[in-house]
T-cell receptor, first 116, second 113 residues
């Protein structure tokens, strides 16, 4: 089975540009997470979707960040305008867990974002 | 209170040795404690997890020891192998309706041949 698929794997762009990161969760998973990983702050949860609905976006750093999940097989994380401090590795993860038990979160291989 | 403190930051172990990584937490509402393994260029992958109603869980060469009263838990890798060289993250979550993981800062393990 295919795992969580993220694209692009690498993105280099100039400050002020719009950046869109994409994620395809594992088929059948109803929960999707976006994380950001930096040396300074480690792994941080940005937003959580359940059944395509955003449930917790308390980790979204500011209004420049937005996330959507138009259907069960696709999600986007958008940064507009981008800033150098947004440089990080962004991960998407999915699972079937919804409050009962603890199924593992399956992570994609991430998008390494560099804002110049 | 939401933090999970992890140590050491890095660890070098000889092949065949025991690797030990420690984590501590403050929030007693945490009820699920997973360990994730991350290789360079890859996303984290669940290695092993424990709930606070048991003091130890073992899966192959990997063991979690859990001390509820001390609010500490640790990962032991027995007979460490060069292929175990990776970054390890402890995490914790509470039942908020979904698995909201709080991650430790990570330990970079190098197992020398």
């Amino acid at each position: 089975d295919a795992g969580v698929i993220q694209s692009p794997r690498h993105e280099v762009t100039e400050m002020g540009q719009e950046v869109t990161l994409r994620c395809k969760p594992i088929s059948g998973h109803n929960s999707l997470f976006w994380y950001r990983q930096t040396m300074m702050r480690g792994l941080e949860l940005l937003i959580y979707f359940n059944n395509n609905v955003p449930i917790d976006d308390s980790g979204m750093p500011e209004d420049r960040f937005s996330a959507k999940m138009p259907n069960a097989s696709f999600s986007t994380l958008k940064i507009q305008p981008s800033e150098p401090r947004d440089s990080a590795v962004y991960f998407c993860a999915s699972t079937t867990d919804w409050g009962i038990g603890n199924q593992p979160q399956h992570f994609g291989d991430g998008t390494r974002l560099s804002i110049l | 209170q939401q933090q999970v403190k992890q140590s050491p930051q890095s660890l070098i172990v000889q092949k065949g040795g025991i690797s030990i990584i420690n984590c501590a937490y403050e929030n007693t509402a945490f009820d699920y404690f997973p360990w994730y393994q991350q290789f360079p260029g890859k996303g984290p992958a669940l290695l092993i997890a424990i709930r606070p109603d048991v003091s130890e869980k073992k899966e192959g060469r990997f063991t979690i020891s859990f001390n509820k009263s001390a609010k500490q838990f640790s990962l032991h890798i027995m007979d460490s192998q060069p292929g175990d060289s990776a970054t390890y993250f402890c995490a914790a979550s509470m039942n908020t309706g979904f698995q909201k993981l709080v991650f430790g800062t990570g330990t970079r393990l190098l197992v020398s041949p």
